[in-house]
């Protein structure tokens, strides 16, 4: 055996592996790379990220269902350099899609993406970072973010940057931040408008636009608008508008140059620097559509105010508004319109419009499809006709009031409200005012006084109050249905709705069965309501309520159970007792359908001579009392003839199929002509009063002593014409045994209709009265008083004497009863006088 060999040393192993090339074919792999901890995966992996999602929607949404987004907001912050450039391109192209938007805001990203906006940063870095926020910005959660990170102030430095990616991502941020009023305020006093100013330089239009339409949303701030002007940013607009190469700017130049002269103060500065008529010039020299429109619109801006009125009338802007109706595009006309409502508050440029045939222009364009244009030009009708008289015949020669009134069916809410205030400017004419009526512009009204627009509810009220002042047009809002929804105008709590609805309702309660018919629509209770309310009541509110008793009569009696003289008692008059407050007075027609019951019956005023409903025949078999005495003829009620008998004994009807009628009062016609022909002869006023209250008194059964009132049959003989008549309404002429209250009610009803002046006056406990008023002294006017007396007519005790309602007269305040001072025979306090008292309170209100 020999000897063994010495080993030789084995080389050591090396612990380092050698580079290994990585290529990924599917982007699951790639994203998993994303988390690598070697840079130059890193690197490869956010490169590969960003050529793939720059292919489509579909690529970034597939890197979002895998998981792509959260390691790259990780890696935007990464140390190395390449990195976080690779990961901002990728995350900036990927942020571009909505859905990968959404995902974003998730991660909390976007403090990282504003700490790499340092000027040290890679401008590669600048463009997608901002290119991110650009997307990220249109949301309002991010832009509140953005914000509160301090994004604002690198953004504005990056507004200066060399790479024009950079500063059109910058603006594109910036844009979408003012959109809110704190970062409006925040880029003014970060002194950011001269840099926004310096990008309308750019070569870019993309630019130059988002620029423009930056500063048209930070002028709007006063302050910064100021700051704006001190930057003599003015002027450069009107260089870009003065510049026919920058033709495609010219619009939104515009736009701001309309907020710089929105205020009285910097439209006079500009108007000093030339500014106004370089505008004018401006309007009159393009021929591009849009520009024009938007130059007029600049005029409509300025004619927010009183001066810049006046200056603008001074630059004859009315003229080339005139001739801008007439212009092809619909655009411009609607613009033009809007200008000349602006200037319709200037007194001098109504006349101006009217002068150069602006009217007709306006109302021609109301025949057109368009309804912006339509709706403008019925504002700029009703602005034109507001208080100018030539102005609203200038339309009606136009035809415009035909168009207007069927503008009114119209579904847009504002033309109908412009309309409706045009043809209540109109109206204020009478022959115009008929012209409309013929138009069927009441029955045109009604649906817009059920809209749920306020202006609409304004305008047709107002219009209605011009429209709805004779017998005719009140009738026709009647039948047309009109009345219900204008007295539910009275629930609203806008005032100024209150106040036109009021307006309405006083002058549609001119006549008695349109105030009756709103009565039963409830308008007494709302008004009732209303006016004791502190909030809501006003003067319109009580004008509509006195309008609306003034015509309704017997209501006004109910209520405030006084009759003035000028109060003419009419047919179709009753006495339904004392009303309660926010108690409804029903109908002389709804109380005469009630069944018969133990109430104090309704006293009814009717000379009418046509047949109308006659006594059930059981009155006729039955007669009362005061049928078979002396007057007992004239009491009882007109028989059937006898043809007419046998018609109803051969064709019966029943009562409900026939329409309802007033009863016949044959008895009060006869006393009528009485009054007429014993009354009126006598030649003293005092001797007037004396007899017709004598005549009342024999006619409701004579005088009556004071100790015996308790024994006057009054009670009786009402519940006996109840029960004969069928019927709670009882017409006044049928009454033989009256109280104090069916006695007055007589006397001023005769004395009504032979123009004899006196009031009805309601005491308690059955009692009324009425007062007259008479010069003291001798028939000789020479003798009078200069100042009438008040006297009261004693009906009831002593017939025709006047008794001195002041001084000579007191009243008992149980009764209410006018009894003389000396009370010797009367004896106000005597058991008897007690007894009657107890005995007429059955018949309380």
């Known amino acids: 055996m020999g000897k063994k060999g010495k080993k030789e040393c084995e080389t050591p192993c090396k612990e380092t592996f050698e580079p290994l090339p990585v290529e990924g074919k599917t982007p699951a792999t790639v994203v998993l790379l994303l988390s690598s901890p070697e840079e130059d995966i890193l690197v490869k992996a956010c490169e590969a990220i960003h050529t793939f999602a720059e292919k489509g929607d579909e690529n970034k949404l597939s890197l979002l269902g895998l998981g792509a987004l959260e390691p790259l907001s990780k890696l935007i912050s990464h140390n190395n350099k390449l990195v976080r450039r690779n990961a901002f391109m990728a995350l900036g192209i990927m942020a571009a899609n909505g859905d990968v938007k959404s995902a974003l805001k998730k991660f909390d990203v976007i403090p990282s993406i504003i700490d790499k906006l340092s000027l040290e940063e890679d401008t590669v870095v600048h463009e997608f970072a901002t290119l991110c926020l650009a997307s990220l910005s249109v949301d309002c959660v991010c832009k509140v973010q953005i914000f509160d990170s301090k994004g604002l102030p ?47 330089k750019s070569d870019f239009p993309v630019i130059q636009h988002l620029a423009l339409k930056t500063l048209r949303s930070v002028t709007t701030d006063k302050d910064t608008c100021k700051a704006f002007r001190e930057e003599q940013g003015f002027e450069k607009l009107m260089d870009i508008l003065s510049n026919t190469d920058l033709s495609d700017l010219h619009t939104e130049a515009l736009q701001v140059v309309a907020n710089c002269v929105g205020d009285s103060e910097g439209f006079q500065l500009i108007h000093k620097d030339g500014g106004l008529t370089r505008l004018m010039e401006f309007v009159l020299t393009s021929t591009v559509p849009e520009i024009q429109s938007s130059a007029v619109k600049c005029i409509t801006r300025v004619a927010q105010s009183s001066e810049n009125r006046k200056l603008l009338h001074e630059q004859n802007v009315e003229k080339v508004l005139v001739e801008l109706l007439s212009a092809v595009d619909i655009g411009v006309k609607a613009a033009a319109c809007q200008a000349v409502s602006a200037m319709s508050f200037h007194l001098a440029s109504k006349d101006c419009f009217r002068d150069l045939g602006g009217i007709p222009a306006v109302v021609q364009l109301l025949n057109g499809e368009d309804l912006a244009l339509k709706e403008a030009a019925t ?92 017998t005719d047009a009140r009738a026709e809002l009647r039948s047309a249905g009109g009345l219900e929804p204008l007295v539910n105008l009275l629930r609203t709590y806008h005032r100024e709705l209150l106040h036109s609805a009021c307006l309405a309702i006083n002058v549609c309660a001119s006549d008695m069965p349109t105030a009756v018919e709103m009565c039963k629509f409830g308008a007494l209770e709302m008004l009732q309501e209303i006016n004791q309310s502190v909030n809501r ?65 309704i006293i009814a005023v009717n000379t009418a001579t046509e047949e109308t409903v006659d006594v059930p025949e059981e009155r ?193 305040r149980v009764t209410q009863l006018p009894a003389r001072i000396s009370r010797g025979r009367t004896g106000a306090n005597s058991p008897q006088h007690e007894q009657s008292r107890r005995s007429e309170r059955t018949w309380l209100h």
């Open 154 to 200: 690198p953004l504005i430095q990056l507004l200066s940057s060399p790479d024009p990616d950079v500063q059109k991502n910058s603006i594109d941020v910036i844009f979408n931040l003012v959109q809110d009023h704190q970062s409006r305020l925040a880029l003014h006093e970060l002194a950011g408008i001269p840099p926004v100013l310096e990008l309308l």
């Open 379 to 470: 504002q700029a009708l009703s602005n034109l006709t507001h208080s100018n008289q030539l102005n609203a015949h200038a339309v009606y020669e136009a035809g415009g009031h035909e168009i207007l009134v069927q503008q009114l069916y119209a579904s847009c809410p504002r033309m109908v409200a412009n309309s409706a205030a045009t043809l209540g400017n109109m109206a204020g004419q009478e022959v115009i005012r008929c012209s409309i009526l013929s138009c069927g512009a009441i029955q045109a009204l009604v649906e817009p006084l059920k809209s749920t627009d306020t202006q609409v509810l304004v305008n047709a009220t107002l219009c209605l109050v011009e429209l709805a002042c004779d």
């Open 537 to 601: 009541r006003s003067s319109f509110s009580k004008l509509a309520m006195i309008s609306l008793l003034n015509s309704n009569l017997s209501v006004k009696y109910s209520l405030t159970g006084h009759l003035a003289a000028a109060d003419i008692i009419t047919d179709g008059f009753y006495d339904a007792g004392k009303a309660r407050p926010g108690q409804r007075i029903l109908t002389l027609e709804e109380l005469s359908k009630q069944p018969v019951d133990e109430h104090r019956p």
């Open 620 to 812: 006729q078999s039955n007669p009362s009392e005061a049928d078979t005495s002396s007057k007992g003829d004239r009491r009882t009620p007109r028989k059937k003839k006898e043809d007419d008998k046998q018609k109803d004994e051969t064709q019966p009807e029943s009562p409900t199929e026939k329409p309802w009628k007033m009863m016949d009062d044959e008895s009060l016609r006869v006393l009528v002509e009485k009054v007429k022909e014993s009354i009126l002869p006598l030649s003293d006023e005092r001797e007037q009063y004396a007899a017709l209250a004598r005549l009342v008194s024999d006619a409701m059964g004579g005088a009556v002593e004071m100790e015996k009132l308790h024994e006057f049959p009054w009670v009786l003989h009402l519940s006996e014409l109840k029960f004969q008549l069928q019927c709670n309404v009882v017409p006044i002429g049928l009454i033989s045994k009256g109280f104090y209250c069916h006695r007055a009610l007589l006397f001023k009803c005769l004395a009504d209709c032979i123009g004899m002046s006196c009031t009805l006056v309601r005491g308690e406990y059955s009692r009324a009265w009425n007062e007259v008023l008479l010069f003291n002294g001798n028939i000789s006017r020479n003798e009078r008083s200069s100042q009438p007396c008040r006297y009261i007519v004693d009906l009831m005790h002593l017939p025709g004497s006047l008794l001195k309602a002041a001084g000579g007269v007191i009243f008992d």
